[in-house]
C-alpha cells in the first residue's frame, strides 16, 4: 500500500526557513509527479508546489514564488520542500501528495498525513 510521510515541521520566527521532507513507498516513485499542499486554519485546501517525474520541471503558486523551492529524489523516493524568507501567512498543514497531475486537488488521491508549520511575528 502507497503511504507518504512528511516531516521537518515546528515553529519558525518570520523570515526564517524550514525545509520539509516526504517519504514515499508502495510505489513506482519516479513515475509519479509529487507536491504538497497546504491548509490554514479556517481556510481551503491550496495547491503550493509541484515537480515533475524527472525533477525537470516544477510549478508554484503565486503566493510561494521565489520562496520556496520543490525538489526530489527519485534514488531515495523523496521528496522536499525548502521554505525560505516565511510569513506568518504560511502558517498551514503541509501534506505531501502524488498522483499523475497534482496542481488541482480534485485530481489527489494519495495524501500524507501532514506536517504543521507555524510561523511567528
Known amino acids: 500500500q502507497a503511504q507518504l510521510v512528511e516531516s521537518g515541521g515546528g515553529l519558525v520566527q518570520a523570515g526564517g526557513s524550514l525545509r520539509l521532507s516526504c517519504a514515499d513507498s508502495g510505489r513506482t516513485f519516479s513515475s509519479y509527479t509529487m507536491g504538497w499542499f497546504r491548509q490554514a486554519p479556517g481556510k481551503e485546501r491550496q495547491f503550493v508546489a509541484a515537480?515533475?517525474?524527472?525533477?525537470?520541471?516544477?510549478d508554484y503558486a503565486d503566493s510561494v514564488k521565489g520562496r520556496f523551492t520543490i525538489t526530489r529524489d527519485n534514488a531515495k523516493n523523496m521528496v522536499y520542500l525548502q521554505m525560505n524568507s516565511l510569513k506568518p501567512e504560511d502558517t498551514a498543514v503541509y501534506y505531501c501528495?502524488?498522483?499523475?497531475?497534482?496542481?488541482?486537488?480534485?485530481?489527489?488521491?494519495?495524501w500524507g498525513q501532514g506536517t504543521l508549520v507555524t510561523v511567528s511575528t
Open positions: 501528495v502524488a498522483d499523475a497531475d497534482v496542481r488541482v486537488q480534485a485530481w489527489v488521491h494519495d
Open positions: 515537480v515533475s517525474w524527472s525533477g525537470a520541471t516544477t
